[in-house]
C-alpha cells in the first residue's frame, strides 16, 4: 500500500525568507503523481504544484518549487520569498495512475510567517 | 482550473436527524467523487470513492448505512449523515476528477461543510 509522511508537524519561516517543507512516500508503482496542497484558514484546499513521476524535470510555480527525488521517493516543496498569506496548513498528497485514482494525503506541516 | 461546489457550507442539526451534503462539478463531468472527513488540525480521511452510476466503496471502518453516498449523475454526488450524532460533528470535503487530461490526474476539491449536531 502507498504512505504518504510529512515529519514536519509546524515550520515557521520569517517573511522574505525561504523555507523547505519535506515528504517523503512509498510506493511500489512506477508511474504517479505527486501534489502539494495548501489549506488556508478557510480549509479550501488550494494545489500548489503538481509533479508527475516521468518527468525528471523537477516543477516550478512562481515561488513554489519542488525537488523530486524518485530514487529516495522524496517531494520537498520550496517556498522563496516567503509572505504573509503563504501560512496555512501544506499537504503533501500521492495519487497513482491505475485503480480507483484515489489521493493517499500526508498528514500535514502547518507553516507559520512571521513579520 | 475546474470548479466543484459543496453545499451547504456549514450545517447544525438535531441528534437523530439526516443532513444531506451536495457536491457539484460545475464545469466538467466528474467521473470520480470522494468524499473526506477532516478531524481540527489532521488531514483528510478518505470515507469514500464513487464512481458515476454505481454504488460508492467505502474506506475501512466507514459506517455505510451511517454514510450514505449516491453518485447520480456525472456532475452530482450527495453524502446523507443518517441519524447524526455529536460524534459525527466534523469537517467533510468532497473532490472531484473527470476524464482525459488534467481533469483525469488532478482531484478538485469543494469548500468543504462543516457539520455541527447538536
Known amino acids: 500500500a502507498q504512505t504518504v509522511t510529512q515529519s514536519q508537524p509546524e515550520m515557521s519561516v520569517q517573511e522574505a525568507e525561504t523555507v523547505t517543507l519535506s515528504c517523503t512516500y512509498d510506493?511500489?508503482?512506477?508511474?504517479?503523481?505527486l501534489f502539494w496542497y495548501k489549506q488556508p484558514p478557510s480549509r479550501q484546499m488550494i494545489l500548489v504544484i503538481r509533479q508527475e513521476a516521468y518527468k525528471q524535470q523537477n516543477a516550478t510555480e512562481n515561488r513554489f518549487s519542488v525537488n523530486f527525488q524518485k530514487a529516495a521517493k522524496s517531494f520537498s516543496l520550496k517556498i522563496s520569498d516567503s509572505q504573509l498569506g503563504d501560512a496555512a496548513m501544506y499537504f503533501c498528497?500521492?495519487?497513482?495512475?491505475?485503480?480507483?485514482?484515489?489521493?493517499?494525503f500526508g498528514t500535514g506541516t502547518r507553516l507559520k510567517v512571521l513579520a | 482550473g475546474a470548479v466543484v461546489s459543496q453545499h451547504p457550507s456549514w450545517v447544525i442539526c438535531k441528534s437523530g436527524t439526516s443532513v444531506k451534503i451536495e457536491c457539484r462539478s460545475l464545469?466538467?463531468?466528474?467521473?470520480?467523487m470522494f468524499w473526506y472527513r477532516q478531524f481540527p488540525k489532521q488531514s483528510l480521511m478518505l470515507m469514500a470513492t464513487s464512481n458515476e452510476g454505481s454504488k460508492a466503496t467505502y474506506e475501512q471502518g466507514v459506517e455505510k448505512d451511517k454514510f450514505l453516498i449516491n453518485h447520480a449523475s456525472l456532475t452530482l454526488s450527495t453524502l446523507t449523515v443518517t441519524s447524526a450524532h455529536p460524534e459525527d460533528s466534523s469537517f467533510y470535503i468532497c473532490s472531484a476528477r473527470g476524464s482525459g487530461g488534467d481533469l483525469s490526474t488532478e482531484a478538485f476539491f469543494g469548500q468543504g461543510t462543516r457539520l455541527t449536531v447538536v
Open positions: 498528497a500521492y495519487t497513482g495512475t491505475s485503480g480507483t485514482y484515489k489521493y493517499i
Open positions: 464545469d466538467f463531468q466528474a467521473t470520480t
Open positions: 510506493t511500489s508503482e512506477s508511474d504517479y503523481y
